[in-house]
T-cell receptor, first 115, second 111 residues
């Protein structure tokens, strides 16, 4: 009964490949997010979705394409992987900010290594 | 200036010590504020929300000063298990969907 789950947990791939990371939440939240945590441990927001619609895109290269088939899922597809994409990617979900209950719950992370 | 700034530490304290972390944010329209905790190779988890009136949860006390755009976290009677990175988190006022994490303050509590 994991609240926010991500698959895979580890992903090792070659430069130039295309890969996807899946995220699912069973908390009934409307808002979902993708974050990137780099080697310096800095956690930076990439995308926010609310009710399946993109709200925030933080100057992420268009090689990264999020897709939200429904409110419970937000997947991340990455084309033409580069060495600099190596990081831990966290999915999170929450009620919308301003609702008074906008605590974010994070998935366990996907450790992506690009060789 | 970074949108959310924290002292990266590390803070090395003995068990039982009191330790305080500070955080400043740049956007005065920010709506909500939190402290999260992240253990090594784990996901961030909410420690506590931060309210203008200040709030306490056991050994942890959080304060918010909107005029100075300053947030603090006080940990009393530190335990070994408090060793982690503490992240100051701000939800921006732009519809509230943009969340900014500070770089984190590393705490080591030693026996």
């Amino acid at each position: 009964d994991t609240a926010v789950s991500q698959t895979p947990k580890y992903l090792v791939t070659q430069m130039g490949n295309d890969k996807s990371i899946k995220c699912e939440q069973n908390l009934g939240h409307d808002t979902m997010y993708w974050y990137k945590q780099d080697s310096k441990k800095f956690l930076k927001i990439m995308f926010s979705y609310n009710n399946k619609e993109l709200i925030i895109n933080e100057t992420v290269p268009n090689r990264f394409s999020p897709k939200s088939p429904d409110k419970a899922h937000l997947n991340l597809h990455i084309n033409s992987l580069e060495l600099g994409d190596s990081a831990v990617y966290f999915c999170a979900s929450s009620h919308p900010s301003g609702s008074g209950t906008d605590t974010q719950y994070f998935g366990p992370g996907t450790r992506l290594t690009v060789l | 200036r970074k949108e959310v700034e924290q002292d990266p530490g590390p803070f090395n304290v003995p068990e039982g010590a009191t330790v305080a972390f500070n955080c400043t944010y740049s956007n005065s329209a920010s709506q909500s504020f939190f402290w999260y905790r992240q253990d090594c190779r784990k996901e961030p988890k909410l420690l506590m929300s931060v309210y203008s009136s200040g709030n306490e949860d056991g050994r942890f006390t959080a304060q918010l000063n909107r005029a100075s755009q300053y947030i603090s976290l006080l940990i009393r009677d530190s335990k070994l298990s408090d060793s982690a990175t503490y992240l100051c988190v701000v939800n921006m006022g732009t519809g509230g969907f943009k969340t900014i994490f500070g770089a984190g303050t590393r705490l080591f509590v030693k026996a």
